[in-house]
């Protein structure tokens, strides 16, 4: 038996995606990374220590999650992880490509890091390494066995292109060999290097996404793993709601931005950020104006910056709405 939700955005939880710093061992084909938006620097730990606090303030029930670039490349990423453990964040997460630099392992115990969750977008090696580079592949593997021999959960984070889609069933087997906990299916957004590359190229369809995406999520739950994936297409019945308006979630950059919106990264849009170690709110125009504009395609900066993936009917309203990108659907073994 499976039980199937849409997880709509909580109110309750503020969920922190902290960017400790920009740089990454890999160059990944479709990075998301914009340097030259947000940096190249990293965090110092006495700074990540002083924005950790200023979102437990914010909510006392707040997820926390390090990313990068790569953010096992921090010598102190250990260090903060136990300043959040300390400051009460109920989860923490490290998401990483899987060379798990610094010797973070020994570094950290399963009682303070819930999940470590690693990036693979090819069920081959050809494949994952056309993409995230040669080499990414073995090590990612190797990274997993390692860290679930050491008594840590895992996820696996698999984000759906042209290039992949084919490969993503043959996810299935890996999943139960590795012994993953969570598999996220994730859909690329058109930003950072994805962007140079173009839509055409890397988004897949509303019929390839709809007639794979959700039967594989299916037959990964079938194996025990929590399997979630954005859900991308909305009919024109069901409701649209924008996480900006209703949701905590932040995006935290090393140059200070914080974003509530991840498809607005490419550009100076944050809503918010950190001045002299203070939370501040940005003047307008920011992603807030945005959040407010209510069109009939659903998500207005899909409509922006990805527009290839609307489809309208002779009358010119749209056949479907895009939802928002974090409204996802879970499914999980009962
Ligand atoms: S591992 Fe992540 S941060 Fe590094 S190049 Fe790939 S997508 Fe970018
Ligand atoms: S992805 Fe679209 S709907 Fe979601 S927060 Fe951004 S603008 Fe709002």
Request: charged share 25%; net charge positive.
């Amino acid at each position: 038996m499976k039980s199937k939700r849409t997880v709509s955005f909580s109110q309750k939880a503020t969920n922190v995606f902290f960017h400790i710093l920009t740089s990454c061992n890999l160059k990944c084909r479709h990075c998301y990374i914009n340097q030259e938006q947000h940096g190249e620097n990293a965090l110092p730990l006495s700074t990540i220590k002083t924005w950790l606090a200023a979102f437990v303030e914010k909510n006392k029930k707040a997820n926390i999650i390090f990313l990068g670039g790569e953010p096992t490349l921090h010598p102190d990423l250990s260090l903060a992880v136990k300043k959040a453990k300390n400051l009460g964040y109920s989860s923490i997460t490290i998401d990483t490509n899987g060379y798990l630099f610094n010797d973070i392992l020994s570094k950290v115990n399963p009682e303070e890091v819930d999940y470590f969750s690693f990036s693979l977008d090819g069920a081959t090696r050809k494949t994952n390494d056309m993409i995230r580079g040669k080499g990414s592949y073995d090590r990612c593997i190797k990274g997993i066995r390692e860290t679930i021999s050491t008594g840590y959960k895992t996820s696996l984070i698999y984000t759906v292109t042209k290039t992949n889609i084919n490969e993503i069933s043959m996810m299935i087997p890996l999943l139960e060999d590795l012994g993953i906990d969570r598999f996220f299916i994730q859909v690329i957004g058109i930003r950072g290097k994805s962007a140079k590359i173009g839509q055409d190229k890397l988004q897949v369809s509303r019929s390839e996404w709809l007639s794979i995406i959700p039967d594989v999520a299916k037959k990964a739950a079938g194996l025990g793993v929590t399997a979630t994936y954005p859900k991308v297409f909305l009919s024109p019945e069901e409701s649209f709601e924008c996480a900006g308006l209703v949701a905590e979630n932040y995006f935290i950059f090393p140059n200070g931005r914080v974003y509530k919106c991840p498809l607005c990264e490419d550009f100076p849009l944050h809503s918010m950020e950190f001045r002299d170690n203070r939370l501040v709110n940005t003047g307008r125009l920011n992603e807030n104006d945005l959040f407010q504009l209510n069109i009939p395609e659903g998500c207005v900066m899909n409509k922006i910056i990805q527009p290839a993936n609307l489809c309208y009917k002779s009358d010119g309203s749209p056949e479907y709405k895009i939802a928002c990108c974090m409204l996802k659907e879970e499914i999980q073994a009962d």
